[in-house]
């Protein structure tokens, strides 16, 4: 979530298989020349037993230079798997600062700053290499670039192009590690729907030069826009096996179905109310500020993006949480709308089951 994917809530979703979870965009400016920032913006577990629970994290920066840039990224590297420019904010405040969706008019800053940023941490022994060896290192630290499009979609080929810096041909010679597409353009409205036209070219263009993640309108796979290898052919229904349920989803594949890797990823639909308690755990151990956390909650216990849209508290209730004024306010009107849910559901099914 844009804002408030801190700790609690990258622990909680990885805890739900969630193989990679990106910070919220940190000002590399101010991280840079704060301690206090660095604190708030980059919240970690350093703790040494934890470390092969720890949820692997792309530290996303915003920035307009590449000497900010690179020394953020070397300040972050020994706590997170890679760092990423973020080129696709479209907020007003952002571009004004020349951060976000405003780089994509300066498509060689952007190139002079991945360029720097993966020399600087190159020094520092946290470069990463595109071969087979270099893909199970644990120095390595991936660099990683985040756009929208252009209505002129030349526009965006030249600065893909640019900021790749490669012949087209030696894959290995790249700047960037992947590509994060979001195909708006910085004055659509979230409320369109993503161009897929303007997906479909740039994946078939770009998709064998360097790997490409979409961002935009992915809230399932059962509704997503575009086809997907994770879903079944005939009914759409994911193919994966979940990180708690060691059934396989769907039956062997014969020896001529393609191979695909299996991706974790459960409860894609609704938020299970079990996830609040693992939520509120995590936040115990790493705090948030009361707004944050409240809007984490309100989010969770919200309607799903599924084909189920009931939410798991009403919207009344919802509001409650927000008037909360401390934590302990929080928990007891958590623990009294439970029980209400609780009523709701028993009296629901007695309905049904007399029917």
Known sequence: MVRYSKLAFRQTVHHYGTDLCWTPMILAKEFNRSSVARESDLS??????EESARVPTVAQFGASAALELARASSLAAPYVSGVDLNCGCPQSWACAESLGAALMERRELVRDMVVE????????????????????????????????????LRRTMDFIDTVLGDDGACGWRRN???????????????????????????????????PILVSGDVFTLRALPYTSHLLDEDNHTPTFTTSTDSTPAATAPSSSTPQHPKLHLPNLADVPLEAVDVFLANLARAPLVLKSGVHHLT???GPGYGPDKRALIGKRDRMRLTK??????VLD?????RAKAA?????????????
Not at 333 to 337: G, R
């Open 176 to 210: 960037i590690d992947w590509l994060t597409i979001h195909p708006r353009t910085r004055k659509t409205p979230s409320s369109t729907p993503i161009d897929l036209e303007a997906l479909e070219i740039l994946t078939e263009k770009y998709g064998k030069r360097v």
């Open 299 to 301: 989010e969770m216990l």
């Open 117 to 152: 940023t993966r020399s600087r941490l190159a020094r520092d022994g946290w470069d990463v290499g595109l071969a087979d060896a270099d893909v199970e290192s644990a120095r390595g630290r991936s660099v990683t670039v985040k756009i929208r499009v252009h209505k002129d």
């Open 343 to 355: 009523v709701a559901t028993a009296a629901e099914k007695l309905v049904n089951n007399t029917r």
């Open 44 to 49: 970690i577990s350093t703790r040494e037993e």
């Open 324 to 329: 909360c004024g401390n934590w302990i306010d």
């Open 333 to 337: 009107c958590l623990e009294e709308l």
